[in-house]
């Protein structure tokens, strides 16, 4: 069964406008443009305004679903089908649209298109019982999400949000119909993963794929500066984080892969989509808000992955040197996109020690505890530096032959008695918020570049106080001068890797 392709999906409160007369000015705005039912559903009813319109009219709706206009009222009205009762009837009837007509005072006509989902029970809070978070985990395709937009994350702090933002998505059309309701919920649907030919895809047990995927969503004041923001990660539910994890000889129960990926190659050599996967997210130290992973599995060019608005255009991540104005906890949340560099690193105030911040702050992730800043999901949070203690590099891995260690991108580390597997993903500099893991350095390894450094955020503070440490790893051409080190002090303004401990 094909997708249906609907001819353009507005996902704000006001629709679009068109015009045959560019001398007037005319439109119609409706509550939502995404509508979602169960089968046999009760009718609902929207209402809609408009400026310079005389009547509007329904033109096409698609079979088996109803779709009418009150223009007295102005509202319409949409009732769903009953459950057709086979499964190749329902995926005619699940998603449909109706064209809507609207004809100005001057004559002159505009089209809009409203989407309409059968969705079952697929209505997700995703916050349900106030476990707030700054990030959330969605695994269940055709389900409509929504989450409490009006609170600061873990805080539990109210903020007064006025609209919603997506900041950018990593898949163009994951996040459809994102809409702030009345009750200060922000709600949005992300549909079946579909092939380039338009065909919903399955896994091998016959369910439907999500598409795998990151998004940032913002929620904005009355004058339009960000007030807080979201990590929505898409991710199959067999690769689930939220139930994929390991537990480790010292008892802490870690992810089994990175925050933001999509898989764990668990060294695999021969699948260069697998070993991408494995890349997660970078943050810079006690940041929330996450930034791009690479475009390719071997970093080329040092490349990041192409981020999408809402109407599809490509958005980047923007550098800015920090200083006493913008590096504060107060820009970093009105400027998720921006990565606060520290090139200068000058030895007389707080910009010199490679801090983001021109003051530092030790406390905005929780050494034990899970805190406002903390960007994992609830229930998991940043490793304490003590939780990685347990892991080792086996002589073996140490020892591995250099042609089969090149193609892992990563090692595998042990906690004495099991294995588990760290991507090679590098990180973000400091100096000007690159991706970049590769070791080369001229006239010190005697080879091509490699990505094999690894670098893995704790919530530490190092000996100085000043730097915060990530458990690191480099495996260089040279096997005499590999590198592993558990507490690892870096520079805060750099951005790592994260895989979340369960609390």
Sequence with gaps: MKRMRFLFSAVAILAIMAS?????????????????????????????????????????????????????SMSITITPPEDPGTEAEREELRTASAQINAVSQKGNTAQYLLNFYII??????????????????ATVPGALYTFDATVKGPSGERIPTASVELLWQSKYGMIEHLHLNQDGTVSFYIDRLTDDEGEYEVA????????????????????????????????????????????????????????????????????????????GLYYQWGRKDPFARPLS??????????LYNTSGSSVYVKEVE???????????????????????????????????????????WGDTSKSTYDPCPYGWRVPAKSDFDVLQLPADEDALDLDEARKRFGWMLSDGTNR?????????????????????????????????????WTTGVSDSGTQSTCMYFDLTTTRSINKFNLNYPSKRANAMQIRCVKM
């Design 20 to 72: 045959c007369n560019k001398e007037e000015s005319y439109s119609v705005s409706f509550e939502q443009t995404g509508y979602y039912f169960k089968w046999g559903g009760e009718p609902q009813t929207y209402h809609y305004t408009t400026h310079n319109v005389s009547s509007i009219s329904v033109s096409t709706v698609t079979e088996g679903w109803t779709c009418t206009v009150d223009n007295a």
């Design 120 to 137: 079952g029970d697929s209505d997700i809070r995703l916050d349900e019982s106030s476990t707030y978070a700054n990030c959330y985990v």
């Design 204 to 279: 091998d047990d016959g369910s439907y794929l999500i598409p795998d995927g990151n998004a940032l969503i913002a929620a904005l004041d009355a004058s339009g500066t960000i007030l807080w923001s979201w990590h929505i990660w898409a991710i199959d539910a067999h690769e689930n984080p939220l139930e994929n994890y390991d537990t480790y000889a010292n008892g802490k129960s870690f992810m089994n892969k990175n925050l933001g990926a999509f898989a764990n190659s668990k060294g695999a050599t021969d699948d260069t989509d697998l070993i991408l996967d494995s890349y």
């Design 297 to 306: 599995y071997n970093c080329a060019n040092n490349y990041d992955e192409r």
């Design 322 to 364: 920090t200083d006493a104005t913008v590096g504060t906890v107060e820009y970093s949340i009105a400027n998720p996109m921006t990565f606060i560099t520290n090139a200068a690193c000058v030895a007389d105030d707080g910009d010199g020690i490679g801090d983001w911040l021109h003051s530092p702050d030790n406390s905005l």
């Design 420 to 456: 588990y597997f760290y991507t090679g993903a590098g990180l973000r500099s400091y100096y000007d918020g690159i991706i970049n893991n590769m070791n080369y350095k001229e006239g010190v390894y005697p080879s091509t570049p490699e990505p094999w450094e690894g670098y893995y």
